[in-house]
Every structure is written in structure tokens, then in C-alpha cells.
């Protein structure tokens, strides 16, 4: 999604041995052909392919009439940016990341709700496929006990989708981490247990916002997991975002603060702290984290950090318990739903709004930094009942 690639083609060298008789229609193919070369460039490959980052611009040529390849290429991004199908196109990208839950436990709950025109679904088959979706027993209840009621002209399959996006917790479209202060950096802690992919969350959100012009500080205080460091030093180099990083084992809660302070030298516009995901005890784990948003705190007076919870689509009803330990100690203010292309229970989603009332942020839909969508209650809604 972030790369594109350009084929630079060599101009036709000619048809071989031209004949005496044929002497002026050389010269005038000769013509043709240097200035081709020139417009090309001497040396240039046949069919060379050229990878080029977005945001990169290739310098090396001019068209003709002086137009550079920078100008040509900068119009088409801006005719990208400016691309009014641009929710048209999230949509889309849903439907494909969801697709093995809408062949999974959605496939199964449509069968047994049927269209407008069946006799009438079986209420308990309903509930009992919306729970191993994992939405959950008590949520299961409260849809197919509201759906009943509704008597939806379009049929029972209508009034399930209306109760399943009423779960969904409103939100105002699109959503940005809020600046610390005026002129300050916004302010991202991203919390979790390890192997639900944080800090390949990390390294996707900075690649988000500086595609977006931003500048981005990564603080790396998860000093407790081997190789924690490295791996974020690997993504900021691949992002292009700065890191503020200090040995194995150091005092997470002094990384943040020298990550804050680097930001507010620098003028940068995000500052995204990885912090660690298991320490010795449950209590020692909270009781950092609740640490580095004091020192956060102290360091901008009058923040409003935002802490992110990266959930693994796939643990399910387990995830929603991890996702409840870390909002009571921590107070969450959105989620990160991780790997929701490879799970048949895309009803995690309704769960973790419903349950807990804090929003899901973004939603993890393949490996790649162009995967992780910004979430759309209804995009994701439509592209689980396309």
C-alpha cells in the first residue's frame, strides 16, 4: 500500500542497416531516436523497475516541455489525497481483512436468520452463533432479546445488524491524538501483553503518521522484553521516526520523560511510548504503567495521554478479560484490534464496545503498514453483512 513501483522504458535503438536509397528517412529516424535518448537519459536500462516509498519523489528525469518527474508525481498524490472514494475504498478494505468471519459465524448467523420472507428465524440457534462469534453470552441475550422486539419490516436479519451496531460506541469521525498542550506533541501510550503484536502496532501507527507529515518520537520503555529495543529501533528506521531509547533493563519511567522532553526540543508533532507487557506480577505491571502517566503528567502539566490497548483478535473472550484488567488499572481511552484477518469470530469487536464502552481505534487486517485501518463502526458493520 505505501509502495508503488514505475517502469522506465528505453527507447527503440532502431531497425537495423538502413539502405542508400533510404538515406533521408534515416536521418530523420535518427532525429526521432536522439531525442528520445535525450529525454530518457544516456544508460538508462530496458525495463528497469525502480521501488519507490510513498511520500519519495525519483529526481532523476525530465518529460517533455521541462516537467519534472517530481511535479508529475506529486499531482498524482495529490489527486490520491484529494480522491473523494477514499471511505469507499476503507470499506472495501474491511470486507477483504473480515472475510473469514463473514464465512464463519456470520455465514451461519444469516442462515439462521433468514430473509424477510421466512417463517421466522430460531431465536436460540441465533444466540447460540452470536456467542461462539464471540460476542459473548450475557451481549447474546441482550441482541436477540432486542431484535425480537423490534418487528423490522426488512426482515430479522435488519434487526440484528441494527442491535449488533448499537453496541458500538459513537465517536466523532476521523479521530487524531489531541496535543498535550498548546504546540505540545500528542501523547500515545500503547499497553498490552506481549505477543499480541504491540509493538508492531507501534511501528505501523508511525508509519500512519508520518506518511501523514508528521514528526514522530518513539519512546522505548518496554526495557523488560529481550529484544523489546531492537525491534522498535527496526521499525523507526523503517517509518523514518526518531527513537529515544536507553539500555536493557533501564528505568522505563525516565525513557518516557527524556522521549517527552526530545519532542518539545525538537517541535514534533506525536510521541508513541511502547511500554512492557509482563512483568513479575499483575500489580507490578499496573503499577508502572501507572507510573509513566505520572511522569507524563509532570513533565506536560494538563495532558491527556491517550492509552491504546492492543488486543489479539484471536484470544477472543480471553482478550476482552486482559483488555477489563488494564482498563480498571489504567483507564484505556481506545483499542487496537489486532489480526482480525485471521479469525472467524469478528464479533470480538462488539464485545469489547459494548462491555467496556471505550472504542476500538484501529483494526489489524494483514502484515503490512497499510493493514492497520482506522475502525468505522459503519464500514465495519456493512463489510461484515456485504
Given amino acids: 500500500m505505501f509502495w508503488r513501483r514505475r517502469t522506465i522504458e528505453e527507447p527503440d535503438p532502431g531497425t537495423g542497416a538502413v539502405e542508400a536509397e533510404e538515406a533521408e528517412e534515416a536521418e530523420a529516424a535518427k532525429a526521432v531516436e536522439a531525442e528520445e535518448s535525450d529525454a530518457t537519459g544516456p544508460g538508462e536500462p530496458a ?9 519519495t519523489i525519483d529526481a532523476s528525469g525530465f518529460g517533455e516541455g521541462g516537467v519534472s518527474d517530481v511535479e508529475l508525481e506529486a499531482e498524482a498524490l495529490a489527486a490520491v489525497s484529494e480522491a473523494p472514494e477514499a471511505e469507499t475504498d476503507l470499506e472495501a478494505e474491511l470486507e477483504i481483512g473480515l472475510q473469514r468471519s463473514r464465512s464463519g459465524f456470520m455465514a451461519r448467523l444469516r442462515g439462521f436468520l433468514g430473509g424477510p420472507g421466512a417463517q421466522g428465524p430460531d431465536w436460540e440457534d441465533v444466540e447460540e452463533t452470536l456467542i461462539a462469534g464471540d460476542v459473548g453470552g450475557a451481549l447474546a441475550m441482550e441482541v436477540v432479546e432486542r431484535a425480537r422486539l423490534r418487528h423490522e419490516p426488512d426482515g430479522p436479519e435488519w434487526a440484528v445488524r441494527a442491535e449488533l451496531a448499537a453496541l458500538l460506541v459513537p465517536r466523532d469521525a476521523p479521530w487524531a491524538p489531541r496535543p498535550a498542550t498548546a504546540g505540545g506533541p500528542a501523547v500515545i501510550l500503547v499497553v498490552g501483553v506481549n505477543g499480541t503484536g504491540k509493538t508492531t502496532t507501534i511501528g505501523k501507527l508511525a508509519t500512519r503518521y508520518r506518511h501523514d507529515g508528521h514528526r514522530v518520537v518513539l519512546a522505548a520503555a518496554d526495557t523488560f522484553r529481550a529484544a523489546a529495543i531492537e525491534q522498535l529501533t527496526i521499525w523507526a528506521q523503517r517509518a523514518d521516526a526518531e527513537i529515544v531509547a536507553h539500555a536493557a533493563g533501564a528505568d522505563p519511567g525516565a525513557v518516557v520523560y527524556d522521549a517527552l522532553d526530545a519532542a518539545v526540543a525538537r517541535g514534533a508533532d506525536v510521541v508513541i511510548a511502547d511500554t512492557a507487557g509482563r512483568l513479575h506480577t499483575k500489580t507490578n505491571l499496573m503499577d508502572e504503567l501507572a507510573k509513566i502517566r505520572r511522569i507524563v503528567d509532570k513533565r506536560l502539566p494538563g495532558a491527556q495521554p491517550e492509552t491504546l490497548f492492543v488486543l489479539d483478535a484471536t484470544t ?4 476482552l478479560a486482559q483488555a477489563s484488567a488494564f482498563h480498571e488499572a489504567v483507564g484505556l481511552t481506545g483499542i487496537v484490534l ?5 479469525t472467524a469470530k469478528g464479533g470480538i469487536v462488539f464485545a469489547i464496545e459494548g462491555a467496556l464502552k471505550v472504542p476500538v481505534r484501529f483494526v489489524g487486517v494483514g502484515e503490512q503498514p497499510g493493514d492497520l485501518l482506522p ?9 461484515l453483512f456485504a
Wanted: proline share 7%.
Fill in 47 to 55: 525495463d528497469a523497475e525502480v521501488a519507490l516509498p510513498a511520500g
Fill in 338 to 342: 489486532t489480526k482480525l484477518d485471521s
Fill in 316 to 319: 477472543g473472550q480471553n482478550g
Fill in 375 to 383: 475502525f468505522d463502526p459503519d464500514a465495519f458493520v456493512a463489510a
